[in-house]
């Protein structure tokens, strides 16, 4: 039986609504109004597209935003000082520094002094550690939205053997971690673990964040799981497409990329999750859409948390 397509735009339109709720309330009970400011440094393509849809959400959800373009030949010292400048003002509840920076600024040194009652992204080492001791902190967006997806669509995580495929900070370590706080048993995978698909196959829920379209195959996959897919990869090349696709969703891709040159693909093959898996996360249409739906709960968190409410 092909898998159960878990719909990541339902679950994300179900979270933004009630946040806007929450925001409408705020601003009539309390007169607050949530407001985050979006740093951009350079001209990276992706990160411009990234920082123009979290504006449009925060629109959207009555959320005030601002975003600020910095010329890529900004100094660390120059965006340590505004992101100084953010930490003080009294009206911003939430900084994001979108990543990747220039090559000449340090990241975690930016990362750091962030406010992390204003850290928004959760890559702040003190809410590092504090999601990492199980207190309430700031979550990682990306992690965050995953547990959302398992928990609205009924997915039990408690007791289950879950593998995260990827250690990085953004994903899949506060992935593990959110994991753990669910009560799983959690196996984390990276480049370096022996025999990958006899830990994946033995899973109930498999995480996905390598960074390679595909990668995960039918003998990764245990009869049934719920296979998570973070992945997101742009493949142009069409002659790849029957190692992902088969069927509708081959020739949908098909004319994709000669449409717009690309398709999205994630790390997860596609027709063998939906062959083996139970329930699976589809890219694009997936975990992609709840990222900045909780970018939106982080902001909304953090004007509440600030003000004791
Ligand atoms: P990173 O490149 O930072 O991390 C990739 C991880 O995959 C590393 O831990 C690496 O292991 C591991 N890995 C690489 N090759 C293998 C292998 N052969 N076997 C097992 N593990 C391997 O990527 P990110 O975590 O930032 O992103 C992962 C994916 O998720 C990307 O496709 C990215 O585009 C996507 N993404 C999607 C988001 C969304 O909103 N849906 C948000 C963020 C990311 P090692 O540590 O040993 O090198």
Do not use: W
Not at 150 to 156: I, M, T, Y
Not at 184 to 192: E, G, L, M
Request: with cysteine.
């Amino acid at each position: 039986m092909a898998a159960k397509i878990l719909s990541g735009r339902q679950i994300a339109d179900a979270i933004k609504a009630e946040i806007a709720g929450e925001v409408r309330e705020l601003r009539t009970a309390k007169n607050i109004i949530p407001a985050l400011t979006a740093v951009r440094v350079g001209d990276d393509a992706a990160s411009a597209v990234y920082v123009a849809n979290k504006v449009s959400t925060c629109e959207e959800l009555g959320i005030i935003s601002e975003h600020r373009h910095l010329p890529t030949q900004t100094s660390e010292l120059q965006l340590l000082d505004i992101v100084n400048e953010l930490n003080r003002a009294p009206d911003i509840d939430g900084i994001l520094v979108q990543l990747p920076l220039p090559k000449h600024i340090d990241e975690a040194r930016i990362l750091d002094a962030i406010d992390p009652n204003k850290d928004v992204d959760g890559f702040h080492p003190i809410n590092v550690g504090r999601l990492s001791q199980g207190r309430q902190s700031l979550v990682p967006c990306t992690p965050a939205g995953v547990i959302q997806i398992l928990k609205r669509s009924g997915v039990e995580i408690a007791g289950k053997n879950a593998a995260v495929i990827g250690r990085s900070n953004i994903v899949g370590k506060p992935m593990a971690a959110l994991l753990l706080q669910e009560n799983a048993t959690v196996t984390i995978c990276h480049s370096r673990t022996h025999e990958l698909s006899s830990i994946t196959s033995k899973a109930d829920i498999i995480v996905a964040a390598i960074g390679r379209p595909g990668f995960v195959t039918a003998d990764h996959i245990r009869e049934g799981a719920v296979v998570i897919d973070v992945g997101i990869n742009s493949v142009s090349d069409p002659t790849r497409l029957s190692e992902f696709f088969e069927g509708d969703e081959l020739e949908k891709r098909l004319t994709a990329i000669e449409k717009r040159g690309a398709t999205l693909v994630g790390d997860v093959c596609h027709k063998d999750a939906m062959n083996k898996a139970g329930v699976f996360t589809p890219v694009p249409g997936g975990v992609g859409l709840l990222t900045i739906a909780m970018l939106m709960r982080n902001t909304v968190d953090a004007a509440k948390a600030r003000r004791d409410i």
